[in-house]
């Protein structure tokens, strides 16, 4: 069984750019968490994805965004970056029937000068 | 606002000590509560509680849940250096989960 996986591992941009994170859900999982977890913090929830449509929602501005596909794989795009936005952005995946149980993938590192 | 709130925020012992970690929510509409262990990057998966006074263990770890008074705890008894993470707890309401700012433990040999 192959876990969640995220791509890339670190990245670095300048404010007012766009990032394109990725997340492969692990086998026979259809549902897809991202999360935000600033250094210190606890993971905040940015949204959830399940048959390609946002299922729920954090509080995040509209410059994130995602998109899941049919493989339920799933990207973050995140734009007009901001100092704020440096991070650690983590996938869950689960199995609807199973939400409870997310499996995290490693994370992207993205750091914003 | 549906909130989160652990305590301590860090905790160093020495191996063999047994550690309690506290978690207290305020949240609409409470479906589960988990208990998460961050080492490095992703966390790992460790409880979920549904029910009050149901404790839950795995080896020398146990946690518990009070619906009543809104919080649930997580027990290490004979702690070694492996178990040195920072320790989450979330909520879950409806299809988002309420993450605490975690508990850092340190285990010095």
């Known amino acids: 069984e192959t876990g969640v996986t995220q791509s890339p591992t670190h990245l670095i941009k300048t404010r007012g750019q766009q990032v394109t994170l990725r997340c492969s859900s692990q086998s026979g999982h259809n549902t897809v968490s991202w999360y935000q977890q600033a250094l210190g913090q606890g993971p905040q929830f940015i949204f959830q994805?399940?048959?390609?449509?946002?299922?729920g929602r954090g509080n995040f501005p509209p410059r994130f965004s995602g998109l899941q596909f049919p493989n339920y794989s799933s990207e973050l795009n995140v734009n007009a970056l901001e100092l704020d936005d440096s991070a650690l952005y983590l996938c869950a995946s689960s199995r609807v029937s199973s939400y409870n149980e997310q499996f995290f993938g490693p994370g992207t590192r993205l750091t914003v000068l | 606002e549906d909130k989160v709130v652990q305590s301590p925020l860090s905790l160093v012992v020495h191996e063999g000590d047994t550690v309690t970690l506290n978690c207290s929510y305020e949240v609409t509409n409470f479906r589960s509560l988990l208990w998460y262990k961050q080492e490095k990057k992703a966390p790992t998966f460790l409880f979920m509680l549904t029910s009050s006074g149901i404790e839950k263990k795995s080896g020398r770890l146990s946690s518990i849940l009070d619906k009543k008074e809104l919080f649930s705890i997580l027990n290490i008894t004979a702690t070694q250096t492996g178990d040195s993470a920072v320790y989450l707890c979330?909520?879950?309401?409806?299809?988002?989960?309420?993450f605490g700012t975690g508990t850092s433990l340190t285990v010095i040999p």
């Open positions: 979330a909520v879950r309401t409806g299809n988002q989960f309420y």
């Open positions: 994805y399940y048959r390609e449509e946002e299922n």
